[in-house]
């Protein structure tokens, strides 16, 4: 302990005593990642380091040569135990927390999920949830300005569980699903960041214990209906000409058992909730800010619809080629997750002492990779704080680092389900602008009116816009 002490202090960053009377407020509180991003600009972004309350050490760096590094960096493969151990409490023991030759398995029988051919089999069913979400914004539109939240969680809900096991249910009820992600990342983020606090408000607080218990029947709740499901999944492959499994559901149905890694029914029905999850925590957040920025930002709506009319001419729902074809659609969503990446960081575990860019990190440190901050380095993206899609168009990318944009991160742990993202955000707003214009709520001039909070995931706090029929004048 004494020789990972004496290693720690000569990389620079808050002492125990400024965490604990400087830092604390803002490094617990709800901007939590506006504030480490912060300390990334005052560091210059150079990596930067603290020992959080419970003693663990986190390396907090921020600059692309470096996380380069550590993505290339076999000792630092592993997820970090400190910011991804609480969500297997809450969320599942799959492949987002897992490591070693368990993730490996996990991730080798998702992957056929995921390759185009097989997500464009599925393409109807993404249509027909957006589509859903289209109906639900009618009930709204034309009227006052509202919180989308409820029905752009909703939707991307229904829409993430109907993509990946094509359109068998896994959930019985889909609003106390949605539900139980809400309590159970508001659970990670209170255990990770504080879990003295945390302990004690499960100890005393009835809210908190009846908060924890509706957080953990996500698993529950969930694990007849998985079961049943994977024996629809295997009749479906066994009724088709080719059997070869196309969806999460029917790849986690075909999987054969590896004794010598105790894979057992329980390990499935983790992978299956750990895909839904993720999917829908990253879409809903994306798809949330990005309504917001088309709405403060007119000029860019109208050129995203004018793609969309000229790719989609009269046809009524997109291909996946038109989607291939939005362009400009995909440089405002990369815009987007440029400025709110809806994973601000990424955690690794470093399990020999190893250097990076001449610094020397000991056995054991987390390592945070702040994406957040790096996507607003002015050294990498002028004027940061613009919104401006252009620059992700081919001209605006020739001289960018490779590793200075990864919001779905890199290297062999790359988010399996990136490219699934990327077709939910394009066809749920490919419907949405066709069928509506977006204006900014009353009290919301400016990218500045835009408040943050951050659980596993940064959301905006009560997105408010008003939809406005198209053919409609606005008032």
């Not at 000569?10 to 709800?30: C, F, M, N, Q, R």
């Not at 991003?37 to 210059?44: A, E, M, R, T």
Request: one cysteine or more; hydrophobic letters at 40%; aromatic letters at 8%.
């Amino acid at each position: 302990m004494y020789r990972f002490w004496k290693m720690s202090r000569k990389i620079e960053g808050p002492s125990y005593w400024d965490l604990a009377t400087v830092h604390s407020k803002e490094l617990l509180g709800d901007d939590t990642i506006g504030y480490m991003c912060k300390l990334c600009v005052d560091y210059g972004y150079r990596p930067w380091g603290l020992f959080t309350t419970t003693l663990d050490y986190l390396l907090v760096v921020s600059d692309p040569e470096t996380i380069q590094e550590v993505f290339r960096n076999p000792h630092m493969g592993d997820k970090s135990i400190v910011l991804y151990s609480a969500l297997s409490d809450y969320v599942a023991k799959g492949s987002l927390v897992l490591n070693g030759p368990l993730w490996k398995w996990h991730r080798k029988n998702v992957n056929p999920a995921f390759r185009k051919s097989n997500m464009d089999s599925r393409h109807d069913i993404m249509c027909d949830g957006a589509e859903d979400v289209v109906n639900m914004f009618r009930e709204k539109a034309d009227g006052p300005s509202f919180d989308i939240t409820d029905i752009v969680d909703m939707g991307t809900v229904v829409m993430s569980l109907r993509f990946i096991t094509s359109d068998i249910p896994i959930v019985p009820d889909v609003r106390k699903f949605y539900e139980s992600i809400e309590h159970g990342m508001s659970m990670v983020q209170s255990k990770t960041l504080n879990p003295m606090h945390h302990w004690f408000k499960l100890k005393f607080d009835k809210q908190t214990r009846d908060m924890d218990k509706r957080a953990r029947e996500l698993i529950t709740d969930s694990t007849p209906l998985i079961r049943q499901a994977k024996i629809i999944a295997k009749n479906r492959m066994s009724d088709r000409v080719d059997s070869q499994p196309v969806d999460v559901i029917e790849c986690l149905a075909s999987v054969t058992p590896e004794p010598e890694l105790h894979i057992d029914e329980q390990d499935i029905i983790d992978e299956v909730l750990t895909i839904a999850v993720g999917a829908m925590e990253t879409t809903r957040s994306t798809i949330k800010t990005m309504m917001m920025l088309l709405a403060l930002f007119p000029d860019i709506q109208q050129r995203v619809c004018e793609e969309i009319e000229r790719v989609l001419g009269k046809n009524d729902r997109p291909t996946p080629q038109d989607l291939q074809d939005m362009k400009y659609m995909e440089a405002v969503i990369k815009e987007t997750l440029r400025l709110y990446p809806s994973i601000p960081i990424i955690g690794r575990q470093v399990n020999k002492t190893s250097t990076i860019n001449g610094v020397v990190i000991p056995r054991g440190t987390c390592i945070i990779m702040n994406l957040m901050a790096m996507h607003r380095n002015p050294k990498l993206f002028h004027d940061p704080l613009k919104f401006v899609p252009e620059r992700f168009l081919a001209e605006g990318q020739e001289k960018r680092h490779p590793y200075a944009f990864i919001p779905f991160g890199a290297g062999p742990r790359i988010c399996v389900g990136y490219a699934q993202a990327m077709i939910t955000v394009k066809t749920l707003m490919t419907a949405v602008l066709r069928n509506f214009q977006i204006v900014p709520g009353e009290n919301i001039k400016s990218m500045d009116d835009l408040k943050f909070k951050m659980s596993v995931s940064i959301y905006i706090s009560e997105p408010m816009v008003k939809l406005i029929s198209r053919g409609k004048p606005s008032s």
